[in-house]
């Protein structure tokens, strides 16, 4: 595949346009296929299993009541409505498990590109599964690209600012899925630019509804863009990314703007985003591993702790642990999947965690709040991103401690495609649409399969979606 360069001084976002434009399946790595393939697997199994999950309901409800031209199927819920509406439908599906993949800079990635291309697919008469592929590749890595740059997680969240990035990488996906030219792709990116909101961090403080709702309005706005600019809606160039008006202008901290093209075309950033082992904000998952570590090494059981004291990244600290009144006394869905102490009991009382552990029975169960009052933590700066240590105090005195890095679904502990065709099992039972085996087994086949699928709707969507 060529690299890409800056061209006569251009603003970094023309070169990654050059890139979506002029790559195509054909071009793509065979490790970047793999990885998209096992990535859109992952993503449809958590799309599933949030489709029924508080919220989603409604937002379906307003759609269809809305109405419009019938262009992209609502999985799991039947009809069909305009593409940009099928994306406010679809995203909250795929964020609401918190169970996709993250980038440890870029935040959440196939989380906003996957839904924001299957809403678009009614677009077309027919999507094959090589297009699918090809645009899904250029759009998350263009999203992890622009997160990189802009330090999404270092630099941003600490502020409580940033994360506006997300809808570069739909537009982006969807643009080169309705084959865009490049000067279409950049005012679409242009329009783009002047919907990204430099407060969209604030849907984590405190967590809400919004944090999974919030993937429906960047899908509906990617969608909306690409149309405005495939109807010769202009918007300004030259200074998208850079230039003090452009994205990276708003941080308030040192960005690394050089990450925008590095190696663009050679290296792909998007083989450093981590598949989730749980289904609660990736800020937990250390935590959660070192105490069953912990527990498994050394047999003990959750009555036998005394006391676990955790030290927490940064990022980990502000996302899942402060403010205490609220972390340690979660009242909500969301206000759990971005609690450590609820989560971590929950883990260490051997209960999985899946939409089960987050029902209204489940956060009023007293075995879990006794077992949180033991539970501290405080913040350690030196930890890596999304790093956590657990110090675990038993009642008979005996003292463990585990610094957990790479936790299972990082680069380098992946999931094997076993594990992931597993996972997505798991999810299906929470479908708002009951499915078959046998449409299981098909859905599997068709995305461990997608390069020879001839038809995306027929073989990804149908499967899901009553008459």
């Known amino acids: 595949m060529p690299r890409f360069h800056l061209i006569n001084g251009e603003d970094p976002m023309r070169t990654l346009c050059r890139m979506v434009a002029g790559t ?9 296929v793999e990885h998209s393939q096992r990535s859109i697997l992952d993503t449809m199994a958590v799309t599933i299993g949030g489709s029924a999950m508080e919220g989603i309901p409604a937002v379906v409800d307003l759609v269809k009541d809305k109405g419009g031209k019938p262009q ?13 509406e099928a ?12 169970f996709g993949d993250v980038h440890d800079e870029a935040s959440h990635a196939s989380e906003y590109v996957f839904p924001a291309l299957l809403a678009a697919t009614g677009l077309k008469d027919r999507v094959t599964g090589k297009e699918f592929i090809a645009s899904f590749a250029v759009g998350k890595e263009v999203l ?3 997160g990189i740059a802009m330090k999404a997680l270092s630099g941003a969240v600490p502020t409580g600012l940033g994360d506006g990035h997300f809808i570069f990488g739909c537009v982006a996906a969807v643009g080169k899925l309705l084959g865009l030219s490049l000067d279409e792709l950049e ?7 002047a919907m990204t909101q430099p407060l969209d961090a604030a849907m984590y403080r405190s967590a809400t509804l919004m944090v999974r709702i919030h993937h429906g309005f960047i899908c509906q706005d990617a969608i909306n863009a690409c149309l405005l600019a495939k109807r010769g809606i202009t918007a300004a160039h030259g200074e998208i990314l850079l ?10 901290w040192q960005t690394d703007p050089d990450a925008l093209t590095r190696e663009l075309g050679e290296k792909w950033e998007m083989l450093d985003s981590m598949i989730k082992p749980y289904a609660a904000c990736k800020c937990t998952h250390a935590s ?10 050394h047999n003990f059981k959750a009555e036998d702790i005394a006391s676990i004291e955790l030290d927490e990244s940064t990022i980990n600290w502000l996302t899942v642990c402060v403010p205490e009144e609220v972390k340690w006394h979660p009242q909500t869905v969301p206000d759990c999947q971005f609690s450590v102490p609820y989560v971590m009991a929950v883990a260490a009382l051997g209960q999985n965690i899946l939409p089960d552990a987050f029902t209204p029975e489940a956060r009023v169960r007293q075995d879990i709040r006794d077992l949180m009052a033991r539970i501290s933590a405080k913040e350690d700066p030196g930890l890596p991103i999304y790093a956590a240590r657990v110090s675990t105090t038993l009642k008979d005195g005996r003292k463990y401690s585990k610094e957990c890095l790479y936790v299972k679904g990082h680069r380098q502990n992946p999931f094997t495609v076993t594990e992931l065709v597993e996972k997505f099992r798991r999810c299906v039972p929470y479908s708002a649409y009951e499915l078959s085996d046998s449409a299981v087994d098909s859905l599997i086949d068709a995305l461990l399969n997608l390069e020879n699928v001839d038809d995306v709707v027929n073989s990804l969507l149908v499967p899901l979606t009553p008459e």
């Open 72 to 84: 992209s199927m609502i999985p799991f819920y039947g009809g069909r409505v305009p593409a940009s």
């Open 243 to 252: 230039a003090p008006k452009g994205f990276l202008g708003l941080a308030r």
């Open 87 to 98: 994306g406010l439908a679809i995203g909250p599906m795929t964020r609401a498990m918190d």
């Open 288 to 297: 959660i591993d070192g105490i069953l570590d912990q527990m498994k090494k």
């Open 144 to 146: 992890i690209r622009i």
């Open 24 to 32: 195509n399946y054909e071009d793509l790595p065979a490790n970047i």
């Open 187 to 193: 005012n679409a990116m242009g329009i783009a630019r």
